[in-house]
C-alpha cells in the first residue's frame, strides 16, 4: 500500500475524530474549572490525534517508513502515559470526594456510581473493534493474493465485533438491572 493512500486515510480518521478531539479541547481550555484527571485525560486525547495527523503529514512527506512508524509509537507512548496518569489521579480525586462525603453525612457512603460501568463497556466495545480489524487482516493475508477473500473476511470481523458488542450489552444491562435493585422501591400514591 502506498503512502499516499495511507496518508489519507490517516487523515480522514483525524477530520471525523473531532468528536473526540473537539471536546477535549474545550476541557484544556475550561483550566481550572474541570478537575486535574479530566484535563489530563482530555491532553491524552489530543495527543492521540495529533499522533494520527502527524502520521498523515509524514506519509505524505517522508519516503521511509520508520519516520512515520516512529512518530506513531513515541505519540502512543505519550498517549497511554498521559491516560494512566489521568486514571491515577482521577482515583485519588474519587477517593477524596468519597472522604469528604462521609465526613459531611456522619458515616454515610456517597451514592453508588456507574461509571466503572460505562469504562468496561468502552473496553469492550474497543476490543471488539481490534479483534475485527486483526480478524480481517489476518484473513486477508492468510487468503490468496486478490480480492475475494474480502467476503469472509468481512463476515468474521463482524461476527467478532458483534460478540463483542453483545457482551458489551449484556454488561450493561446487568449493571443497571442490579442498580433499580439497590433503590429503595416506593408504593404507589393511592
Given at each position: 500500500m502506498s503512502h499516499t493512500v495511507l496518508a489519507v486515510g490517516a487523515?480522514?480518521?483525524?477530520?471525523?475524530?473531532?468528536?473526540?478531539?473537539?471536546?477535549?479541547l474545550a476541557d484544556l481550555r475550561a483550566g481550572a474549572d474541570r478537575?486535574?484527571?479530566?484535563?489530563?485525560?482530555a491532553a491524552a486525547c489530543l495527543s492521540g490525534w495529533t499522533t494520527i495527523?502527524?502520521?498523515?503529514?509524514?506519509?505524505?512527506?517522508?519516503e521511509a517508513w520508520?519516520?512515520?512508524c516512529a512518530?506513531?509509537?513515541?505519540?502512543?507512548?505519550?498517549?497511554?502515559?498521559?491516560?494512566?496518569?489521568?486514571?491515577?489521579?482521577?482515583?485519588?480525586?474519587?477517593?477524596?470526594a468519597a472522604y469528604h462525603?462521609?465526613?459531611?453525612?456522619?458515616?454515610?457512603?456517597?451514592?453508588?456510581?456507574?461509571?466503572?460501568?460505562?469504562?468496561?463497556?468502552a473496553v469492550l466495545v474497543g476490543t471488539g473493534l481490534v479483534a475485527a480489524v486483526t480478524t480481517a487482516g489476518l484473513k486477508v493475508a492468510a487468503g490468496p493474493g486478490g480480492g475475494?477473500?474480502?467476503?469472509?473476511?468481512?463476515?468474521?470481523?463482524?461476527?467478532v465485533?458483534?460478540?463483542?458488542?453483545?457482551?458489551?450489552?449484556?454488561?450493561?444491562?446487568r449493571v443497571r438491572r442490579r442498580a433499580r435493585a439497590r433503590l429503595p422501591h416506593e408504593d404507589p400514591p393511592a
Open positions: 487523515a480522514v480518521v483525524t477530520a471525523s475524530g473531532c468528536v473526540w478531539y473537539l471536546p477535549a478537575p486535574v484527571s479530566r484535563r489530563t485525560a495527523a502527524s502520521a498523515a503529514v509524514l506519509l505524505l512527506v517522508a520508520w519516520l512515520p512518530a506513531v509509537v513515541a505519540g502512543a507512548a505519550v498517549t497511554v502515559a498521559l491516560r494512566v496518569c489521568a486514571g491515577v489521579r482521577r482515583r485519588r480525586e474519587q477517593r477524596e462525603w462521609t465526613r459531611l453525612r456522619d458515616g454515610a457512603p456517597p451514592p453508588a456510581e456507574t461509571g466503572d460501568a460505562r469504562h468496561v463497556v475475494a477473500d474480502w467476503p469472509r473476511a468481512a463476515a468474521a470481523s463482524a461476527a465485533l458483534g460478540l463483542f458488542l453483545a457482551l458489551a450489552f449484556a454488561h450493561g444491562r
